[in-house]
């Protein structure tokens, strides 16, 4: 039974134009839907704090605002939820919405008790992941509909796998970020760089944040190019580049493995050579952002801008699935890099036809996908 609900709820996200314009209760029952999660996750939360937020977080946040925006989360899900009763025939986003809002109501809603403390040191970044997905959504659907270069729906192939992936990576933070660190911190510790780091924390904080900027998307070409180079770090970077639709949360399709080493190492510069923490938060806001925008389903394709930063189009041709776009185009925020290095690429007025690896040897589904790199070293080591 369960897996038929699914199954149906699915489909009815995933419905086709014209039972989807507005008017039909669609878009009312998908907004409902997803505040009702999100209203949801905010109580489990409010439940279990030190299990469920990550602690920069928690001592950020004013928990009485908090509970305000969770009680309007939950009341704008049930008003759109009967709207969406009223108008859809389906009425099936309407009452799951409904249903998640009661549960919501039923464990305390915005009045929630904090008092169930699970003090084990470990966490889930799990109001990271609304606050992620809630804030980029914003941004980035908007003005997707509105500058969108391909007409593809939210609910686009394989936008499961990727929101999964969004997911995961949300709530592994504590990990992700020890290990991502790990390099940093032994430079820290085996190398004396008090000079350096004083000199450079003397600097103006816009100086420092263009360093960073620099010295991040220097390491992260020669990564990147790595990772497309080498047969065995290609396994893990082809998940990313499985990818056949490019919107806002295709960039998220990253193997774990993958995640760890990259940032891990383009991080050191900011991390080792002691620029202030003010602006390495500053510029990790702005890079997450950006990563998101290269990835969009956005057209802004204005000329001028090509040499100097890198744009979607640029992006989208390191995606492409044309013989030309092999091996190209890795920089992050500057394609002078690929110019210096020769691999850069832009035909003029010109996108991908596709995306993904050719061939599409990459599996389905996150699991699977997990497994595909290690599966063939596993293989090649056997051999």
């Given at each position: 039974?369960?897996?038929?609900?699914?199954?149906?709820?699915?489909?009815?996200?995933?419905?086709?134009?014209?039972?989807?314009?507005?008017?039909?209760?669609?878009?009312?029952?998908?907004?409902?839907?997803?505040?009702?999660?999100?209203?949801?996750?905010?109580?489990?939360?409010?439940?279990?704090?030190?299990?469920?937020?990550?602690?920069?977080?928690?001592?950020?946040?004013?928990v009485d605002l908090f509970r305000i925006a969770l009680h309007v989360f939950l009341v704008a899900g049930f008003?759109?939820?009967?709207?969406?009763?009223?108008?859809?025939?389906?009425?099936?986003?309407?009452?799951?919405?409904?249903?998640?809002?009661?549960?919501?109501?039923?464990?305390?809603?915005?009045?929630?008790?904090?008092?169930?403390?699970?003090?084990?040191?470990?966490?889930?970044?799990?109001?990271?992941?609304?606050?992620?997905?809630?804030?980029?959504?914003?941004?980035?659907?908007?003005?997707?509909?509105?500058?969108?270069?391909?007409?593809?729906?939210?609910?686009?192939?394989?936008?499961?796998?990727?929101?999964?992936?969004?997911?995961?990576?949300?709530?592994?933070?504590?990990?992700?970020?020890?290990?991502?660190?790990?390099?940093?911190?032994?430079?820290?510790?085996?190398?004396?760089?008090?000079?350096?780091?004083?000199?450079?924390?003397?600097?103006?904080?816009?100086?420092?944040?263009?360093?960073?900027?620099?010295?991040?998307?220097?390491?992260?070409?020669?990564?990147?190019?790595?990772?497309?180079?080498?047969?065995?770090?290609?396994?893990?970077?082809?998940?990313?580049?499985?990818?056949?639709?490019?919107?806002?949360?295709?960039?998220?399709?990253?193997?774990?493995?993958?995640?760890?080493?990259?940032?891990?190492?383009?991080?050191?510069?900011?991390?080792?050579?002691?620029?202030?923490?003010?602006?390495?938060?500053?510029?990790?806001?702005?890079?997450?952002?950006?990563?998101?925008?290269?990835?969009?389903?956005?057209?802004?394709?204005?000329?001028?801008?090509?040499?100097?930063?890198?744009?979607?189009?640029?992006?989208?041709?390191?995606?492409?699935?044309?013989?030309?776009?092999?091996?190209?185009?890795?920089?992050?925020?500057?394609?002078?890099?690929?110019?210096?290095?020769?691999?850069?690429?832009?035909?003029?007025?010109?996108?991908?036809?596709?995306?993904?690896?050719?061939?599409?040897?990459?599996?389905?589904?996150?699991?699977?996908?997990?497994?595909?790199?290690?599966?063939?070293?596993?293989?090649?080591?056997?051999?």
């Amino acid at each position: 039974m369960f897996s038929t609900l699914r199954k149906s709820l699915l489909q009815e996200l995933e419905a086709s134009q014209p039972s989807t314009h507005f008017g039909t209760g669609w878009i009312s029952g998908v907004l409902s839907f997803f505040l009702a999660i999100a209203g949801l996750s905010a109580v489990v939360c409010l439940y279990y704090p030190q299990l469920l937020t990550v602690p920069e977080i928690r001592s950020a946040i004013d928990v009485d605002l908090f509970r305000i925006a969770l009680h309007v989360f939950l009341v704008a899900g049930f008003l759109l939820a009967c709207i969406s009763l009223i108008l859809r025939q389906n009425k099936l986003l309407g009452f799951t919405a409904l249903t998640l809002i009661l549960v919501a109501v039923s464990l305390g809603g915005a009045n929630a008790d904090t008092s169930h403390e699970l003090t084990s040191g470990i966490y889930f970044g799990l109001d990271w992941f609304m606050l992620n997905l809630t804030l980029t959504g914003l941004i980035f659907l908007p003005l997707e509909r509105l500058f969108r270069r391909n007409n593809q729906s939210v609910f686009r192939f394989e936008w499961r796998e990727d929101l999964f992936y969004f997911l995961i990576s949300s709530l592994m933070v504590q990990s992700l970020t020890y290990l991502s660190l790990a390099p940093s911190n032994f430079i820290l510790d085996n190398i004396q760089l008090a000079s350096v780091q004083s000199a450079i924390a003397s600097q103006p904080v816009w100086l420092q944040f263009l360093e960073i900027m620099f010295l991040t998307d220097f390491v992260q070409y020669w990564v990147h190019r790595l990772f497309h180079r080498v047969p065995f770090l290609w396994k893990f970077h082809a998940i990313h580049h499985s990818a056949r639709t490019l919107d806002w949360l295709a960039g998220s399709r990253m193997h774990f493995i993958e995640i760890i080493c990259l940032r891990g190492l383009t991080v050191i510069p900011m991390y080792a050579l002691g620029f202030e923490e003010s602006v390495i938060y500053a510029y990790l806001v702005v890079v997450y952002l950006y990563s998101t925008y290269i990835h969009s389903n956005i057209k802004f394709d204005i000329e001028f801008l090509k040499p100097i930063i890198v744009t979607p189009r640029f992006h989208h041709w390191h995606h492409g699935i044309e013989k030309e776009a092999i091996d190209v185009n890795f920089s992050i925020h500057f394609p002078v890099f690929d110019k210096l290095f020769g691999t850069y690429y832009m035909p003029k007025g010109k996108w991908p036809s596709g995306y993904g690896v050719a061939g599409h040897p990459v599996p389905s589904g996150y699991l699977r996908q997990f497994a595909y790199p290690l599966k063939f070293s596993a293989a090649k080591a056997n051999s």
